[in-house]
């Protein structure tokens, strides 16, 4: 089946700097990669997506990069803000009843 | 728009007892549901997801159980809750198959 690992488990930065969080997973067939984030005691939310048949994607601050060959994504958060932090959960699809597998997460912290 | 329930927002359950977690979906039809177990505030865990009304796929063998017994409503069940059953639970709802939106969660503690 499917396996997700994220990297890293857990990162600090300074505001104004920008974030990376990366993904790698095993199924090939997969083709759908959401991105979420989930502050302490909440629900995950929905972030940013993206599908197989496209390489990248932006929305304002956040991106997310897709490289189908080396089976690997990432998100990019631009200018972080202390509201960006959070924990960050990348996850992989492959369209079979809408089942994803989440990575580990990624604890951001934005230092003022 | 669509919106998703559950309930209770928090229980607390003696070891053996039983476990009845309940979450609906409003606002859209035949959507696909899911249950996910969140433990120590990492790692969501797939535990059941459903198609259709009184269609469950078990994704990790365990002593918990899931029905669909209408529409836009999934329950989550154990006859006898283990220590390990502590977390949070998630229910998520998708209709495209794609996209899934997360419940507002449960947070269980088994004592």
Redesign the interface.
Known sequence: GENVEQHPSTLSVQEGDSAVIKCTYSDSASN?F?WYKQE?G?????II?I?SNVGEKKDQRIAVTLNKTAKHFSLHITETQPEDSA?Y?C?A?S?Q??????G??TELSVKP | SQTIHQWPATLVQPVGSPLSLECTVEGTSNP?L?WYRQAA??????LF?S?GIGQI?S?VPQNLSASRPQDRQFILSSKKLLLSDSGFY?CAW?V??????????TRLTVL
């Open positions: 759908y959401p302490l909440k629900r995950p939310q929905l997506d599908r924990v959960f996850a699809s369209g009843g809408g089942k994803l597998i989440f580990q997460g | 696909n899911y505030g990492r790692g969501l865990q797939l997801y198609v796929s994704e998630l998708s495209s198959g794609d996209e899934q939106f997360f419940g507002p969660g």
